[in-house]
């Protein structure tokens, strides 16, 4: 069956670097985009980005411009989100998301991956 | 950015009734063949899991009791009839252009 699952929760301070990671499996890894959405704790969801996993290029929606970067580790099946210079607002749960084509919905979601970011 | 409005922001209904949610676009998310529009259930705790695609295509798996409609600007997702396991947070998304926007969500509650 097809699964996306994503590392444990993360505590880190302001000012460090966490890197989060979502496995697939139960598919062809590069038939499908993989794709980031941040939701704030009792919020909605936003659209962080996506890595178009079959040539590694990533698209990042304007708020996730800088300290963001989606990589990729094919041979494992494996999306990563890296945070760098983490800020107290990022914390939040991440959820990767895969989906077939820019037009297409977000068919199968990873469980979430929690970040408090904390002094 | 295309801003989805949806409404109510919570509502409260009987088992066995019908649940209505709406979605507002603030430009057109269709042509003539698809609505590029999708809908979302979400639990607390849970990831949100995909109900609907282009407006009114129940996706694999998902109740009967689902069911969505609407076209242009204007869009809806209906629950009938409702059940305990329908108390959640319903999105809807576009996928007209990037950025791919939510609305803030529905909160579905039992009477």
């Known amino acids: 069956q097809i699964q996306l699952v994503q590392s444990g929760p993360e505590l880190k301070k302001p000012g460090e670097t966490v890197k989060i990671s979502c496995k697939a499996s139960g598919y062809t890894f590069t038939n499908y985009g993989m794709n980031w959405v941040k939701q704030a704790p009792g919020k909605g969801l936003k659209w962080m980005g996506w890595?178009?996993?079959?040539?590694?290029?990533?698209t990042y929606a304007d708020d996730f411009k800088g300290r963001f970067a989606f990589s990729l580790e094919t041979s494992a099946s494996t999306a990563y989100l890296q945070i760098n210079n983490l800020k107290n607002e990022d914390t939040a749960t991440y959820f990767c998301a895969r989906r077939r084509d820019r037009y297409d919905g977000f068919d199968y979601w990873g469980q979430g991956t929690t970040l408090t970011v904390s002094s | 950015d295309i801003v989805l409005t949806q409404s109510p922001a919570s509502l409260a209904v009987s088992l066995g009734q019908r649940a209505t949610i709406s979605c507002r676009a603030s430009q057109s998310v269709s042509t003539s063949s698809y609505s590029y529009m999708h809908w979302y259930q979400q639990k607390p705790g849970q990831p949100p899991k995909l109900l609907i695609k282009?407006?009114?295509n129940l996706e694999s798996g998902v109740p009967a009791r689902f069911s969505g409609s609407g076209s242009g600007t204007d869009f809806t997702l209906n629950i009938h009839p409702v059940e305990e396991e329908d108390t959640a947070t319903y999105y809807c998304q576009h996928s007209w252009e990037i950025p791919p926007t939510f609305g803030a969500g529905t909160k579905l509650e039992l009477k």
């Open positions: 282009y407006a009114s």
């Open positions: 890595i178009n996993t079959y040539t590694g290029e990533p």
